[in-house]
Structures are given as C-alpha cells and as structure tokens.
C-alpha cells in the first residue's frame, strides 16, 4: 500500500504560510514541498472547504490563512483531507459467510476502530501552532550552539 504524506506535506504548507507577508501561489507551494502545482491546487481547496486556508485568484493572489494556527487542529486538518485510511491491514470480504471468518474479522475490525480513535484523539490535541512553537525553540536552540 502507498503511504499517504499529505498530512505532513500540509502541516510544512501551513507553516510556511504562516510566515509569509503575501499569499504563497501554488506554485511557490509545490516547489516548497517538492510536487506539483495542481496536487496542490486540490489538496489545497479541501482545506479552503473546511476553512483552513483561503484563496485569491488573479495577480497577487494565491492562498492564506483562514485563521490563526492555534485554531487549527491537526485533526481537523486530517479530517478536511478526507482521513484517509491509517493502515494497510484490512479483511478480505466484507460478509463472510464462515463464522470463524467473522470472528477475526470483527475482533480486527474491533483493534482498527480503537487505533484510529486514539490517532484522532491525538491528533485533536495538537494545534499547528504548539508544531510552529516547537520549530521556533530548534531553530533558536541551534542558532545559540
């Protein structure tokens, strides 16, 4: 199974936003994290859906802060990119038919469930701006060795 980075690559978009004096063009974006102006576009506007970021068309424009980092929690953030799926385990059929099949099934399905109430539990506790304080504190600690 592919791994899904767009979690990190938006909290490192979001970041940089953050610091930016004009809104950041696609393609400013795309290059900051090493892709394509269109992924961009799209990832982007799940955000702007769920009021994450804002955009302007035209010269001068591109993407901004819809609110302040401390408002944004990095759960919300993986909810407006759809959540996407955190492991790779799964079970084969979706009604077997064997009992011993459903047994496993459900106690798997049981274990996914609990693994991604903790993930987003966590992830609710985080705002991006506790990530960009504790950016600040390395940058400052590796300015002063």
């Not at 979001?14 to 696609?26: E, K, R, V, Y």
């Not at 799940?46 to 424009?61: E, F, M, N, Q």
């Not at 385990?89 to 109430?117: F, H, M, Q, V, W």
């Amino acid at each position: 199974m592919r791994q899904d980075n767009r979690l990190s690559r938006v909290l490192h978009a979001l970041l940089h936003l953050d610091g930016m004096d004009a809104p950041a063009t696609s393609a400013q974006i795309a290059q900051m994290l090493q892709t394509n102006a269109a992924v961009v576009r799209r990832t982007m506007s799940g955000l702007r859906d769920a009021g994450i970021v804002t955009s302007v068309k035209g010269h001068g424009g591109g993407w901004s802060l819809a609110k302040p980092l401390d408002q944004i929690t990095l759960l919300v953030i993986y909810q407006a990119l759809g959540s996407p799926q955190l492991f790779a385990i799964g079970n084969d059929d979706d009604d077997p038919s064997c009992l011993l099949a459903k047994s496993a099934y459900a106690a798997t399905n049981e274990a996914l469930t609990a693994a991604r109430r903790q993930f987003e539990h966590s992830l609710n506790g985080i705002t991006v701006a506790q990530l960009a304080d504790g950016w600040r504190s390395q940058a400052e600690s590796h300015k002063n060795t």
